[in-house]
């Protein structure tokens, strides 16, 4: 016979297995936290960006994609997700209205206490999803270097233009570029009123300059063609659809298969 105290007890249960209230951090109680994180919840999946100029899709571009990605990630993950870090380092297009750079010192302090605060939290994975390349990139990487080694915690540093190249290609039948077809297209699959269509031509874009080649301060183009003649946005709803699907499936691919490996490897177990 059931008493009331085994039902409370079922029932807490049930509660606590449960999926989360929300896959976000900033939503979070911190006595649902403290259910969750490490006991039921090991992975987090930290969102990067900046404010930099896009052709004809938003400045805050880098923060839209990867927020969006990180939201795609997390229920097969079985992760939170922080709230996104939206200021950034950004390059050669600092010079256009409304877009900002950070300094490299600044955010790497910033930055790498935010990895210092999960890896204390008691997250065993960190999957960084940074939409922002550039010289970024590489802070990222150093970043996560020496947390994951200060912590033994791992953590997988991820730029999703890059690791989605093959699916660029596939899907436009063309390489993209920065804010080149393949960015608008994702934008516009998240959301087509942050795409100006209306102002859009192809004088905007501009190729890449040939490894050594040349290099201008500001880039005279905030669409930068990684190929020539390749990547002039044409805008296709079925495509950006496609396309965002593809790349949230191919991003929580290599997040699993990396974690599977870890795992397989022994790495930092839990003692
Ligand atoms: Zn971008």
């Known amino acids: 016979m059931k008493t009331l105290a085994g039902l409370l007890v079922v029932t807490a249960l049930a509660q606590a297995q449960s999926a989360p209230s929300s896959r976000r951090m900033d939503e979070l109680n911190w006595m649902e936290f403290r259910e969750l994180v490490p006991a039921r919840v090991e992975t987090v999946l930290l969102p990067t960006g900046t ?4 052709g004809v899709v938003n400045n805050g571009a ?3 994609a990867p927020v ?5 990630m997390a229920t097969k993950l079985n992760a939170l997700i922080a709230p996104v ?3 950034g380092v950004t390059g050669s297009l600092d010079g256009y209205a409304g877009t900002f ?3 490299e010192a600044a955010y790497r302090a910033y930055v790498g206490d935010v990895l210092d605060g999960l890896a204390r939290q008691g997250f065993r994975n960190i999957i960084v999803v940074n939409g922002h390349g550039g010289p970024q990139t590489a802070i990222l990487n150093s970043l996560a270097e020496a947390a994951s080694r200060k912590h033994r915690v791992r953590i997988l540093v991820t730029n999703w233009w890059a690791v989605c190249s093959e699916i660029t290609l596939k899907t436009f039948g063309e390489d993209g570029g920065h804010a080149g077809w393949n960015e608008t297209a994702m934008i ?9 269509q209306e102002r859009y031509s192809d004088a905007l874009a501009q190729p890449r300059a040939a490894e050594g ?3 201008a301060f500001p880039f005279p183009s ?5 190929q020539p003649g390749q990547g002039y946005v044409k805008f296709d709803q079925a495509k950006a659809d496609a396309y965002r699907k593809a790349v949230i499936e191919r991003m929580t691919t290599l997040a699993i298969e990396t974690i599977e490996k870890w795992n397989r490897a022994g790495l930092y177990e839990r003692r």
């Open 213 to 215: 080649s040349w290099a």
């Open 85 to 87: 870090i939206p200021y």
């Open 188 to 196: 516009q699959a998240i959301d087509p009123k942050l795409v100006k």
């Open 222 to 226: 905030s669409i930068i063609l990684y």
């Open 101 to 103: 750079a950070i300094s």
């Open 68 to 72: 969006d990605i990180a939201a795609g």
């Open 51 to 54: 404010l930099e100029s896009h």
């Open 62 to 64: 880098d923060i839209t």
